[in-house]
């Protein structure tokens, strides 16, 4: 189970403890559009994959010393989630196993989309991706490269928001995501 912080912490620790699977993260962040950081133009993983939006890139008018600019701040801030979430553990080893990539759902799904293609790199046997929500554009771009998309709700809405699919909802802080993980890691601390 790889949780793709901040939002899907609390949802992947809920299907790991439901299958009594390992939990681990994959930290991904969107590259924003300058001037509209809502919206991304691609997504970097935490080993260094990037997924560009090529088509999104030249409809915007980002020039490569823009992309480059964005991409480095994101990595900048992958690394600091990466201290502060996983210390100096190593990516987890996905060799071989299904791998169950979660978040708290899809809008663009290229922060997935970045989440699937590292995981894909580090030899699973197959990967899922499993949300609560997602549009449908999200969903049929994440079933070319995933082996699986499971989703409670898919949205067929021209916009579509995440949060329109909780009754309350608010960005996790980073706080919060450390307490999840220690109270996870108290909970399932195997004796050697």
């Known amino acids: 189970m790889l949780a793709i912080p901040n939002g899907g912490v609390p949802v992947a620790l809920e299907v790991a403890s439901a299958l009594n699977a390992d939990l681990d993260l994959i930290i991904c962040r969107k590259i924003p559009i300058p001037l509209n950081p809502e ?35 994101v990595r900048a801030e992958i690394k600091r989630r990466s201290l502060l ?8 080893s996905v060799n071989g196993k299904t791998a ?12 997935m989309m970045a989440a699937v293609e590292s995981v894909r790199h580090r030899h699973p046997k ?5 949300v ?23 949205g067929f809405m ?15 802080s980073d706080d919060e995501v450390v307490r999840y ?11 050697n």
């Open 39 to 73: 919206a991304g133009f691609g997504a970097i993983a935490d080993d260094g994959i990037i997924f560009l939006n090529e088509e999104l890139v030249k409809r915007v008018g980002l020039s490569r010393q823009q992309v480059e600019y964005e991409a480095g701040r």
């Open 158 to 172: 021209p916009t579509f928001y995440v949060s329109d699919f909780y009754r309350q909802w608010y960005d996790l």
């Open 132 to 154: 609560p929500c997602a549009s449908a554009i999200a969903v049929k771009q994440l079933e070319r490269v995933a082996d699986k998309v499971v989703t409670c709700t898919t």
């Open 181 to 191: 993980l220690n109270q996870w890691r108290m909970r399932h601390l195997r004796p």
């Open 100 to 111: 169950i990539v979660i978040d708290d759902g899809l809008a663009s799904g290229i922060t």
């Open 85 to 92: 979430y996983r210390g100096d553990r190593p990516l987890v």
């Open 126 to 130: 197959e990967i899922v991706v499993a």
